[in-house]
């Protein structure tokens, strides 16, 4: 016996019951102990950040890396399961100092470094056991305890190694340049870092005169959106080959900035160079000494402002550079925190943003100000806490990347993208990056092992090992390689042998803690195994994980495969690449699967403030980790994902069919006391003579494998779900449908066929739907076939022999022309239970022999091929939305649409010159209509149905719909399926011609004449 299914699934109550009961039989290392020695295929996760809970965004991509370790585990592939934790870095640090209540650098080192560094373990360490419940009630199965910490020592010590092997080959550098600056957070901020951090803000917009010192009564005026940024003017730029006019008010302008303006006096840029004027903040101590002088560039641009640009050496990056080319002085406005020096009087201790208006208030009274107005431009903001970013020029360490360039290309070659452009967006960025910023100046992170000596050596520690060696003082209060223990080390200098040479104080770009896992945790060079070894330093007690031999790393290196989204191309999939190719000239991982965004079900993004965030507790509780997870995996990798509740809805309500015929096969199991014979599920039902239709479902359910396993070979899930669905509706709108009557008597072909089906769909779908996937497992199989595996993962991916595609095929004409028929009933407005006389179908390839069954779905009494009436449809592409995509092979696509060469997909899905086109993407041309006739038509079929309603159709009819109340009562009345009823049929004199079809379908012992319908028990 079967257990009965309740009319729905609890999703939430029956996957707390499968994690228990994973968790009591040890399934999951049950399943590791399967695969241990078989094939390896690799995985390395990327570290997820240790500063919250679990997030719906987070749990889309821990589904997708438990979606492909679930399949290769069931194709019996031997894996790592080692899960990561981002620990340290600025993340780390804007989370605590928001719960401790500090607001700046200063605050934070009054608090104290130590217990600052204490405070972000701690924050580490909860977050660490957040992450993993959330996850484990996703449903990932993952190595937890033995995770990677990315403030482990070891994972330090190798980044110092990498940082060591960049200075041997003179690629360290320290630069003094213009930098985006985050002023709370007191640090540079590197390029990479920049990417989608540019919002929409209102800056003020400034015209400002800039008096002439030789010639009086004229002036230069200049645009800014920057008001901060005029204390440390110290020239003006023209375009060189522009005409600048001066205007009847004395105001020097670009002619083509105002055309329409009477000048007194034009001359050409390069004429104006040299010109001296007063600086708009001459009487502040800060612009003493300096020369204001107009010089000449190239990229002034026409198209805004004055044609004049304001330029501050100390606040920009195209100044700065300017600065090193005109040798103009440089003046820094600001120090880390954003606000004025000293030297600039009554602006000292102001912010850049508090600034904005008096400055606008002092250059109006000073008569300065031309005009000022506001302006709405794209800016960056600080990735962490959002403040808003200024220029700073600054002394950080760099990683020059042009030596290294060309062989990261080579080695992004050869990795498989999915989707491909996200490797094209890769080689750009190669392409396009510059020098690698390293340095932070902040406290909680890895400690740039820099040591510069006053005799200008510098040296690069390159492991804690080699920190021993060299160091002269501090090393028995070193609890861990972080500030500020570290900062107290002092070490000789290998070159002239001074003591007491100490670090500098900046420490390293997070990227590079993560960008080191695939050597740190697979244990590149290390000579022996070391058993909980990783853990050490901060991470000492939060995790067993081991550091492996270099054995090891030859195994797993590289990764098979990755799996993050879109903006970690700049990220980890970079600094992995940039690092592995440093170290050992090839790319860390062989193929890489990447997804776009995720949004709101309305397609706005997630924010807690809007009140559309959906934490991952609430989700697990209202749509459960199996929906979640079929949402994610729903999802074209290169759209964004709308997630939400209605999508989720949408997904249980699809689902139902499923749990429906699982729950068919269940009753009528149980009432006809069918056994399954596990032997069938290797290749369907043997030694029992089977019908078309259950050859059909055989190969069906061999396609579904086929098709499941190329889409996961792929990287498509989305794929794999679309096969699924199609699967479930054909096993349920088609072979339950058409065998409903051999299930009612014991049909032994018809039950084993119908479980073997179902079974593998449950294990086509585990990897999606593990939980569903395990309960229904152990109801149709573990408890009811002896020597069953327990849980569907301990059965390995199904194995089919090639399905008959000819047959495949057949069917699928089969039921497009029922479609049609249905399509064109409706269309004529006629209920599909209403008996009609003939349909013409054209077009059909295969279905020639099915006509009784097309009769019998469309309810009508003759079916003809290539007869009656004609209907045409003709498809057009879409321009607007193909040629955007598409380009040039639009030309093909439209050419083969008229040719007539297109395949329908279903859902108005064509496929043409060999691409997929969406429903949105074709228009339809005219539909014909005839008098009398329902038509509906695709590309190659078209069906045509005979509308006219006889008396004797008529009749026919009403005998279908009392079958149909009289069934409704028999269910409303709580009959079992079996009992037998009496039949009070009120005038029905004529429907008792069909007295013995009525009897049979209604399971009617006796039809008697009666005042009003009713039923009874017999
Ligand atoms: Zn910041
Ligand atoms: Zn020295």
């Excluded at 912010?351 to 002092?362: H, L, Y």
């Excluded at 929906?627 to 999508?647: K, N, T």
Aim: glycine letters at 8%; hydrophobic letters at 40%; proline letters at 5%.
């Amino acid at each position: 016996m079967f257990r009965q299914l309740p009319p729905v699934p609890d999703h939430p109550a029956i996957e707390e019951e499968i994690l228990t009961w994973w968790e009591e039989r040890g399934i999951f290392q049950q399943l590791r102990d399967r695969n241990r020695g078989g094939p390896v295929w690799s995985f390395v996760d990327g570290p997820v950040t240790a500063n919250k809970t679990l997030g719906v965004h987070t749990a889309w991509g821990r589904t997708l890396k438990d979606v492909f370790q679930r399949y290769k585990a069931l194709c019996g592939f031997d894996q790592r399961y080692q899960n990561g934790f981002d620990c340290q870095g600025l993340w780390i640090e804007v989370g605590v100092e928001r719960e401790l209540g500090l607001n700046s650098k200063r605050e934070i080192e009054a608090y104290g470094l130590a217990e600052f560094a204490r405070k972000c373990r701690e924050k580490v360490a909860w977050s660490a056991q957040e992450l993993i419940r959330g996850s484990k009630r996703l449903g990932q199965w993952m190595d937890w305890g033995n995770d990677y910490y990315t403030f482990s020592d070891t994972n330090i010590s190798y980044i110092w190694g990498f940082l060591k092997l960049a200075h041997e080959r003179g690629w360290l550098y320290r630069g003094h340049r213009s930098t985006e600056w985050c002023p709370r957070c007191g640090t540079s901020i590197s390029a990479h870092e920049l990417v989608g951090s540019y919002e929409e803000r209102i800056d003020p917009s400034l015209f400002v005169r800039f008096p002439l010192i030789d010639r009086p009564g004229q002036s230069l005026t200049i645009w800014t959106t920057t008001p901060w940024t005029l204390p440390a003017n110290v020239a003006a730029a023209v375009h060189p080959d522009e005409e600048y006019g001066l205007k009847e008010n004395g105001e020097w302008v670009a002619v083509k900035r105002y055309p329409d303006e009477t000048y007194v006096e034009r001359r050409r840029g390069a004429e104006l160079v040299g010109w001296r004027y007063r600086g708009p903040f001459d009487h502040l101590p800060a612009a003493e000494g300096i020369e204001h002088r107009v010089i000449g560039w190239d990229e002034v641009t026409m198209d805004e402002g004055t044609g004049l640009v304001h330029i501050a050496p100390g606040c920009g990056t195209e100044d700065f550079e300017l600065s090193r080319i005109h040798d103009l002085p440089i003046v820094m406005p600001v120090d880390e925190a954003g606000r004025f020096y000293d030297r600039f009087g009554w602006l000292h201790g102001i912010s850049t943003s508090e600034s904005a208006e008096q400055i606008v208030a002092d250059l109006a009274e000073r008569g300065r100000l031309v005009a000022a107005g506001e302006y709405a431009h794209r800016y960056p903001f600080c990735w962490r806490c959002n403040t808003p970013l200024i220029f700073r020029i600054a002394d950080d360490w760099f990683i020059s990347v042009d030596d290294v360039r060309p062989r990261l290309l080579a080695a992004n070659a050869t990795v498989d993208w999915t989707p491909a452009y996200f490797g094209k967006r890769m080689d750009d960025w190669l392409r396009n990056m510059g020098d690698w910023n390293i340095s932070r100046r902040r406290y909680f992170g890895l400690p740039l092992p820099i040591y510069p000596c006053a005799c200008g050596h510098v040296t690069v520690v390159g492991s804690r090992a080699e920190l021993d060696e060299l160091a002269t003082a501090g090393m028995d209060q070193l609890v861990e390689l972080h500030r500020p223990w570290i900062d107290a080390v002092e070490i000789r200098c290998p070159a002239c042998g001074t003591e007491g040479v100490q670090r500098i104080p900046e420490i390293g770009d997070v990227w590079l803690d993560a960008g080191i896992v695939p050597f740190s945790t697979l244990g590149w060079q290390n000579p022996e195994r070391v058993e909980g070894g990783y853990g050490t330093g901060a991470a000492e007690g939060l995790t067993g994980a081991d550091l492996p031999d270099h054995n090891y790393w030859q195994t797993w290196f590289p990764a098979h495969w990755v799996s993050e989204m879109r903006e970690q191309i700049r990220l980890w999939f970079y600094s992995q690449l940039f690092m592995s190719v440093c170290l050992v000239d090839r790319a860390p991982f062989r193929s890489v699967l990447g997804y776009e965004k995720m949004l709101d079900e309305h397609g706005r993004p997630m924010h807690g403030s809007w009140g559309n965030l959906i934490p991952a507790e609430e989700a697990f509780s209202r749509m459960g980790a199996d929906v979640m997870r079929w949402q994610y995996c729903d999802q074209p990798p290169d759209r964004d994902l709308f997630f939400g509740y209605g999508p989720a809805h949408e997904i249980k309500r699809k689902l139902l069919t499923l749990w429906n015929s699982v729950g068919f096969l269940v009753r009528y199991s149980n009432i006809e006391s069918f056994r399954p014979t596990l032997d069938d599920l290797a290749a369907g039902p043997a030694g029992v003579e089977l019908r078309a239709l259950d050859r059909w479902l055989v190969a069906r359910t061999g396609k579904l494998v086929v098709d499941a396993t190329a889409a996961l070979e792929e990287q498509l899930t989305y794929r794999l779900i679309a096969a699924f669905e199609s699967f479930v509706d054909d096993l349920s709108n088609w072979y339950i449908r058409r065998s409903r009557r051999r299930f009612y008597a014991y049909d032994a072909a018809a039950f084993r066929t119908l479980w073997f089906a179902l079974v593998t769909g449950l294990r086509v779908i585990s990897p999606v739907m593990p939980f569903i996937a395990d309960h229904m497992w152990r109801n149709l199989v573990a408890d009811a076939c002896a020597g069953a595996p327990e849980s569907v993962f301990l059965a390995g991916w199904p194995e089919v022999d090639e399905p008959d595609e000819r047959l495949l095929d057949e069917i699928a004409e089969v039921r497009r022309i029922v479609e049609l028929g249905r399509e064109a009933r409706s269309t004529a407005g006629v209920k599909l239970r209403q008996p009609l006389r003939r349909v013409y179908v054209r077009g059909a390839r295969l279905a020639g022999t099915h006509a009784q069954e097309i009769a019998e779905e469309l309810r009508v009494d003759e079916v003809g091929f290539d007869q009656g009436p004609v209907a045409q449809v003709r498809l057009l592409p879409n321009l607007r939305a193909l040629g955007p995509r598409l380009g040039p092979k639009v030309r093909d696509v439209k050419a083969a649409l008229d040719r007539g060469e297109a395949e329908e997909l279903g859902d108005g899905r064509v496929r043409v010159a060999g691409e997929e086109l969406a429903a949105d993407e074709v228009i339809r041309g005219e539909r014909v209509e005839i008098a009398g006739w329902g038509i509906a038509h695709d590309i190659a079929l078209s069906v045509a149905i005979d509308t006219e309603i006889d008396p004797d159709l008529a009749l026919r009819g009403r005998v279908y719909e009392l079958i149909h109340t009289v069934n409704t009562m028999r269910k409303d009345a709580g009959l079992e399926l079996t009992d037998r009823i009496v039949l009070t049929l009120p005038d029905g004199e004529d429907l008792l011609r069909h007295e013995d079809w009525i009897k049979a379908e209604t399971l009617a012992t006796r039809i008697e004449p009666g005042e009003a319908l009713a039923i009874a028990k017999a």
